[in-house]
């Protein structure tokens, strides 16, 4: 029987809380919960990071430098460990985790930190058709100063297949909600587009969903065969700023992109 897949919220002074999928998409509930919006001050800070289930050392001190100034920090691999935990509920309205798979003593997946609480949140999983492990995503949306929605997509794409069949499987889902959601985008992870296919499938996906993809001119992201591994795109902003930090706390370097909300300038 398959799991049930849910998200694990951390919300500091309560106990945590599991969240299942929502019954209806974002765009058919308009009688959402109203929230405070993220505090933008015209720049949204978004910090994306494979953190290696915080297996070496300086993590922390990485995230603290500079996720504290984020206003969403996206982690791939998160292991819910006390430290990870205590630096999300402290510097953080909410975090949310979506288990992916279950360690010996803490599960690991996908967590987005956020300086607002997520007034929708749909977790999701797919299999690794070879090593049966999960990997998976978690759309998020938050008001914004503007009144509009952000969507927020945190995926960590499965790795281990032959073909880009599983591969498309997975993004299918996140597309649906993407095209039935009217405000701005952005989806970001680890998606494993180590191969010319996989490359193809991600940038038919995103050209499909009017995403636009983050450019680095000091490109140090994690590459496999000579592709890199981990993409910002979005869609309804504009970028301000993309770098690429340099660590050796994990086996992914961060990357730290600064949007302003607004409509996107013309190319």
Not at 22 to 40: I, R, S
Not at 228 to 252: C, I, K, Q
Request: aromatic share 10%; proline share 8%.
């Amino acid at each position: 029987m398959r799991k049930k897949t849910y998200a694990m919220r951390y919300v500091a002074g309560q106990p945590a809380e599991r969240i299942f999928p929502p019954g209806a998409m974002l765009h058919v509930g308009q009688a959402l919960p109203p929230g405070a919006p993220l505090p933008t001050d015209n720049k949204l800070r978004v910090l994306v990071w494979n953190i290696f289930k915080q297996q070496r050392a300086e993590w922390l001190s990485v995230l603290q430098n500079f996720g504290k100034d984020a206003h969403l920090v996206l982690l791939q691999e998160a292991q819910t460990t006390p430290e990870l935990v205590q630096f999300a509920t402290t510097n953080y309205l909410a975090a949310d985790q979506v288990p992916a798979f279950v360690l010996p003593q803490h599960p690991s997946g996908v967590m987005t930190l956020a300086a607002a609480h997520p007034i929708y949140c749909c977790p999701l999983r797919e299999r690794e058709p070879l090593l049966r492990l999960a990997k998976s995503a978690l759309v998020t949306a938050y008001p914004l100063p503007t009144g509009e929605m952000l969507m927020v997509v945190n995926i960590h794409a499965v790795n281990f297949s032959f073909g880009v069949d599983v591969y498309s499987k997975q993004l299918g889902p996140i597309g649906e909600q993407i095209l039935h959601h009217k405000g701005p985008v952005i989806m970001a992870g680890d998606f494993n587009a180590w191969s010319r296919q996989r490359m193809n499938a991600l940038y038919r996906f995103a050209r499909e969903m009017t995403l636009r993809e983050v450019r680095f001119t000091d490109d140090h992201r994690r590459k496999a065969f000579g592709r890199p591994l981990d993409f910002v795109f979005y869609r309804g902003m504009n970028v301000a700023e993309a770098s690429v930090l340099v660590t050796r706390a994990s086996d992914h370097n961060p990357l730290l992109v600064e949007f302003h909300p607004g409509k996107p300038e013309l190319l």
